[in-house]
């Protein structure tokens, strides 16, 4: 069965401090995988995405993150943590086209001042 | 402006009513989506559309029914309200052609049941 597990409920950064955030999942065929943000009180915006290729994806806002199979993880990184950074982050494996998303429970990012 | 418009942000409810979520899409998307968040447990698939038609169903009750009246349309229709239906409805839309899989979400429509 698809899963995604996000280990970290909650992760507290200081402003300007690098980031990252885990995310490991488990699927048989080939896996297309997304990392959203959620603001509050908002919808789910799409951070960035992998298909195939390059195994490291850039994403909107600084945001990268690393496909590596052998360790089924694509985990996101940022160099450099901003206030505005503060949400709840969604990774999600998909089979492709047309099918529905599965996700991790999410990581609240939390940056101190 | 939005791209994907859910109506309406707030629903208030008593157990046992009935309440239909409304979804637009203008991204000119051929597949639409509906997932659940709440409390308790995490997104949650609920259904997808491809052209209309209901390509997967993961909700096992049939107190959600989708409606698709236009291909940019999917509401979802809920009766028999419980509390437990207390959640966050999102809609999504994505396009079905190889090489796209990424979908967008719209705004949400957030349900307390009373």
């Known amino acids: 069965a698809q899963s995604v597990t996000q280990p970290d409920a909650r992760v507290t950064v200081s402003e300007g401090a690098s980031l990252q955030l885990r995310c490991k999942y488990s699927?048989?065929?080939?896996?297309?995988l997304f990392w959203y943000v959620q603001y509050p009180r908002q919808g789910l915006q799409l951070l960035l995405k992998?298909?195939?290729?390059d195994p490291v994806v850039q994403g909107v806002n600084g945001f990268e993150a690393e496909f590596i199979k052998s360790n089924s993880s694509f985990h996101l990184r940022k160099a450099s943590v901003h206030w505005s950074d503060s949400a709840v982050y969604f990774c999600?494996?998909?089979?492709?086209?047309?099918?529905?998303?599965?996700w991790g429970s999410g990581t609240k990012l939390i940056i101190k001042p | 402006d939005p791209k994907i418009i859910q109506k309406p942000k707030y629903l208030v409810a008593v157990t046992g009513s009935e309440k239909i979520l409304i979804c637009e899409q203008y991204?000119?998307?051929?597949?639409m989506y509906w997932y659940r968040q709440s409390a308790k447990k995490p997104l949650e698939f609920m259904f997808s559309?491809?052209?209309?038609?209901?390509?997967d169903n993961q909700t096992a009750s049939s107190r959600f029914q989708p409606q698709s009246s236009k291909k940019n349309h999917l509401d979802l229709q809920i009766t028999a309200l419980k509390p437990d239906d207390s959640a966050t409805y999102f809609c999504?839309?994505?396009?079905?052609?190889?090489?796209?899989?990424?979908?967008?979400f719209g705004p949400g429509t957030r349900l307390t049941v009373l």
């Open positions: 991204l000119g998307h051929n597949a």
């Open positions: 999600a494996v998909s089979a492709g086209s047309n099918y529905q998303l599965i």
């Open positions: 699927y048989s065929g080939t896996p297309y």
């Open positions: 559309y491809s052209y209309q038609k209901l390509m």
């Open positions: 992998y298909y195939s290729g």
């Open positions: 999504a839309s994505s396009q079905e052609r190889l090489g796209e899989y990424e979908q967008y």
